[in-house]
Structures are given as structure tokens and as C-alpha cells.
């Protein structure tokens, strides 16, 4: 089953159909409000609104660890986000969608970003950190949408809730960076660390504050353009829907902490044992 993250702007979609609401509570906390099973046509998958029903969690504030470990627990075989990200680069316009392949983390560790620790030992590879499986075959599901898209770029994640200052903006595109959200790391992270594929689809708002001859980023104008893009990913979705196990073959089932324990299964904490095993499942 196909489990989705609604970002900013991406909380409801009109054609959701709820079928069942699911159960928030997990080892780690609460996931974001409003988790539950949905259907569009024939097709049902999970869906969790990543700020929370009603926008209410900032990005440092989401219960990452809750979110992923819910999916996995109910099934989940795949997961795709969609995200609301600024651009650093003036080909990247706003309406647009970018597929990241490669990530660079600038929070702030204000964030619990790993499923390991406290007796729990092991490291896990984020060299390929998205399922580029699932990207590659979306490439031509969406070659004939009225949008450009642009994939295998790099996503710089900062701590928010501030916008960048333009000097953080430019040192971000020296990086390498050509994107720019708060919210994918470390979902990424947890979900490469759960054996699950994570496929991120996020759609531009807006050229951050990088250029003085464009006009910076605003929240006005990003709900605006939040608006005209909900329709875009919804239809990217229902492409993805359509196609059978879209994530066949993918890398991430053989890895995370399948292979990354640093310890042998006796030696893991009792207090964890029970969710670990769904982890690993």
C-alpha cells in the first residue's frame, strides 16, 4: 500500500474519499493529526497531513519518528511527499515540480531525526537517500503535464520558521543546492532507517531572497501559488496510483536498519524490541 505526506498546500485534495481514521498513538508520540485511510476511485492508500489537519505544527515541531513508524505499522510499502519548496535557481520557477535526488540537512538538531540510539546501535547509508526507482519511472507518467518538472537536483533543508537571510540564500546556491524547504529531512532519513522507498515531489512557491531584481519570497505569495499547485500534485498522485507497485525493485526494502544494526538481536533493549521488529518487518 501506497502511504502520501501532504505538505503545505498539499493538507487536503478535493477527491479524497476518507475511509477509515487510524489510530495517532505510536512508541514515539503522536503522528500529525488527521491520519487516516483514504480512497480516490478504486484506489486506497494512507495519507497523513504532514503540519497536521489544520496546518498547526511548525517544521521543527512534527513528530517525524510518529509519522514514518505509523506507515510502517499500517502496511505502508512506499511513501511519496509532497512539499512546497523555494527555488535557488531562476531556471526552477514557481509552479514547477522538482524531484531532489540529493539532500544537504542545515536544521538545527531541534528534531528527532533517527530511530537509533539509547542502546539501540547502528548506522544507516543516506548515499542515495530518495527511491530513485520510483523517480525514474515517474518520468514519463508526467512528461505530458501542462508543468515543467525537473529531476535529480539537490535540497537543501534549513530549521525555519525564518526564511532565509540572502547571504544563507547565495551560500546555500555556492553549495550546490537547488532547492530549499524545511520539512523532507529527516523524513528521508527515518524512512531510508524503516526499509521504506521515499519518493519526493515538491512543487515551487517561490525564488526565495537570493536575487534583488526578483521579488523575495512572501507568504502571501506562497499561498497564492500553494493553490495553483495542489491541483499539479494531485494529478501526479493519481498517476502514481495508477501504476502497479510503482516501487518494485526498489533498494530500500534490502537496507536500513535491516542492515544496519550495529548489534547482534539479543542485544537489543526489551523496551524496544517490539518496535524495532515492526521497523524491520
Given at each position: ?23 495517532t498513538?505510536?512508541?514515539?508520540g503522536?503522528t500529525?493529526?488527521?491520519f ?5 476511485g478504486q484506489k486506497?492508500f ?5 503540519h ?28 511519496i511527499?509532497?512539499?512546497?519548496v523555494?527555488s535557488?535557481?531562476?531556471e ?14 542545515r536544521?538545527?538538531s ?9 542502546g ?11 527511491c530513485?526507482?520510483?523517480?525514474e ?7 505530458n503535464?501542462?508543468?515543467k518538472?525537473?529531476?535529480k ?5 534549513i ?6 537571510t540572502q ?7 555556492q553549495?550546490?543546492a537547488?532547492?530549499i524547504?524545511m ?9 531510508r ?6 519518493l ?6 517561490d525564488y526565495?531572497c537570493?536575487?534583488d531584481?526578483i ?9 497564492k ?10 494529478s ?5 496510483l495508477?501504476?502497479?507497485e ?5 533498494l ?5 536498519l535491516?542492515?544496519?544494526l550495529?548489534?547482534?538481536p539479543?542485544?537489543?533493549?526489551a ?11
Amino acid at each position: 500500500m501506497l502511504a502520501v505526506i501532504g505538505g503545505s498546500g498539499f493538507e487536503k485534495f478535493e477527491d479524497f474519499e476518507t475511509v477509515e481514521l487510524l489510530p495517532t498513538e505510536t512508541p514515539f508520540g503522536p503522528t500529525s493529526s488527521g491520519f487516516k485511510k483514504v480512497r480516490v476511485g478504486q484506489k486506497e492508500f494512507l495519507f497523513i497531513s504532514r503540519h497536521g489537519d489544520h496546518h498547526e505544527l511548525l517544521p521543527s515541531e512534527i513528530n517525524y519518528r510518529a509519522n514514518i513508524f505509523a506507515f510502517k505499522k499500517m502496511g505502508a510499502q512506499a511513501i511519496i511527499s509532497f512539499s512546497a519548496v523555494g527555488s535557488l535557481k531562476k531556471e526552477y520557477a514557481p509552479g514547477d515540480l522538482v524531484v531532489p535526488y540529493q539532500y544537504i540537512d542545515r536544521t538545527k538538531s531541534l528534531r528527532q531525526h533517527t530511530f537509533l540510539g539509547q542502546g539501540l546501535i547502528g548506522h544507516v547509508s543516506l548515499a542515495k537517500p530518495i527511491c530513485e526507482v520510483m523517480a525514474e519511472r515517474l518520468i514519463p507518467l508526467i512528461k505530458n503535464f501542462n508543468f515543467k518538472s525537473h529531476f535529480k537536483q539537490t535540497y537543501i533543508c534549513i530549521e525555519g520558521p525564518y526564511f532565509s537571510t540572502q547571504a544563507e540564500s547565495n551560500s546555500y546556491r555556492q553549495m550546490g543546492a537547488q532547492i530549499i524547504g524545511m520539512s523532507n529531512f529527516p523524513e528521508y532519513a527515518l524512512s531510508r532507517e524503516a526499509g521504506l522507498p521515499y519518493l519526493p515531489c515538491c512543487f515551487v512557491t517561490d525564488y526565495d531572497c537570493w536575487d534583488d531584481s526578483i521579488p523575495h519570497v512572501t507568504v502571501e505569495e506562497v499561498i497564492k501559488v500553494m493553490k495553483h499547485n495542489n491541483s499539479k500534485a494531485f494529478s501526479v498522485l493519481k498517476e502514481v496510483l495508477n501504476q502497479k507497485e510503482i516501487w518494485n525493485g526498489s533498494l530500500a526494502f534490502n537496507g536500513g536498519l535491516k542492515t544496519g544494526l550495529f548489534m547482534p538481536p539479543e542485544a537489543i533493549p526489551a523496551d524496544k524490541k517490539k518496535w524495532v521488529e515492526v521497523l524491520m518487518s
